[in-house]
């Protein structure tokens, strides 16, 4: 892959199919899904030595599912008795490059996947030098996503704010994946709002590709909040077209507190998701 192809991303036919295939995803009319990223809370549930411990709490807000690379470390018929009992689901999952490298480490998170019915997981960090780094990073989920695929399991990445706001050799990374048509995001639009463009414009040109939004405020601490600059209707109604599944909220200034997961949760509950 030289430079130039990989800034923009010109995969042809592949490319072509895998927008085709989503196309059926979009829809003004989905439903879409609450869930909590487990950090947001994670001061309470840390203190209280369990994970599953907050699941009442959150359900009885409101949230259908939840979120956290910490699920790996989890007994999991614990965890799956827990989600039963609370009514919960979990949304995707963060997954770490040891989770996928060898065969044995990808049977295990197949199965991981089955069992709870995850069809989604998602590198949650990564910051190379070069534009080299993320060419090699594009080949590596593409192989991934090719392992990955037989098991109906997708593969994306989840943003921060360097990809779309420290550009290197002039290119912003985040713009170049963007265009890449078969790379998938769970898209964090806090920082895409704090890097200066506009999530909703930026969810239009990923139909298809988001499988899971993180709700992050910005610069509140919750959704919704006096402070809140974002647009969380054309958000919303992007989500949809784009055919996202699961609206995450995300808040991480304050995470020994209920409060801002509680509001966001009526935040949304109110905007009928």
């Given at each position: 892959m030289t430079r130039?192809?990989?800034?923009?991303?010109?995969?042809?036919?592949?490319?072509?199919?895998?927008?085709?295939?989503?196309?059926?995803?979009?829809?003004?009319g989905r439903k879409l899904?609450?869930?909590?990223?487990?950090?947001?809370?994670?001061?309470?549930?840390?203190?209280?030595?369990?994970?599953?411990?907050?699941?009442?709490?959150?359900a009885d807000m409101g949230y259908e599912g939840v979120q956290s690379k910490a699920f790996w470390d989890c007994d999991p018929d614990k965890l799956e008795k827990a989600l039963a009992a609370s009514g919960l689901k979990i949304a995707d999952m963060p997954v770490?490059?040891?989770?996928?490298?060898?065969?044995?480490?990808?049977?295990?998170?197949?199965?991981?996947?089955?069992?709870f019915d995850i069809g989604f997981v998602y590198i949650p960090w990564f910051k190379p030098k070069t534009l080299?780094?993320?060419?090699?990073?594009?080949?590596?989920?593409?192989?991934?996503?090719?392992?990955?695929?037989?098991?109906?399991?997708?593969?994306?990445?989840?943003n921060h704010l360097h990809e779309f706001a420290e550009p290197l050799d002039g290119v912003c990374p985040g713009d170049v994946l963007?265009?890449?048509?078969?790379?998938?995001?769970?898209?964090?639009?806090?920082?895409?709002?704090?890097?200066?463009?506009?999530?909703?414009?930026?969810?239009?040109?990923?139909?298809?590709?988001?499988?899971?939004?993180?709700?992050k405020p910005y610069p509140g601490t919750f959704v919704g909040a006096t402070d809140d600059r974002q647009d969380w209707p054309?958000?919303?109604?992007?989500?949809?077209?784009?055919?996202?599944?699961?609206?995450v909220v995300e808040c991480e200034k304050r995470k020994d507190t209920f409060d801002d997961v509680r509001l966001s949760a009526a935040y949304f509950n109110r905007s009928a998701l």
């Open positions: 130039r192809e990989f800034i923009g991303c010109g995969l042809g036919a592949a490319g072509a199919a895998t927008l085709s295939g989503c196309a059926g995803l979009a829809g003004e899904k609450l869930a909590c990223q487990m950090w947001s809370v994670k001061d309470i549930w840390q203190k209280n030595g369990d994970i599953t411990s907050v699941f009442p709490q959150l770490g490059f040891p989770e996928l490298e060898t065969e044995t480490a990808l049977a295990k998170t197949v199965a991981f996947c089955k069992r080299d780094g993320w060419k090699d990073f594009v080949r590596k989920l593409d192989e991934y996503g090719r392992r990955l695929a037989p098991s109906g399991i997708r593969i994306g990445y989840h963007v265009n890449c048509p078969t790379f998938n995001f769970e898209l964090d639009v806090g920082p895409v709002l704090e890097s200066g463009r506009v999530p909703a414009v930026v969810l239009g040109r990923l139909a298809g590709r988001v499988p899971g939004l993180h709700a054309a958000i919303l109604a992007a989500a949809r077209a784009a055919g996202t599944k699961w609206i």
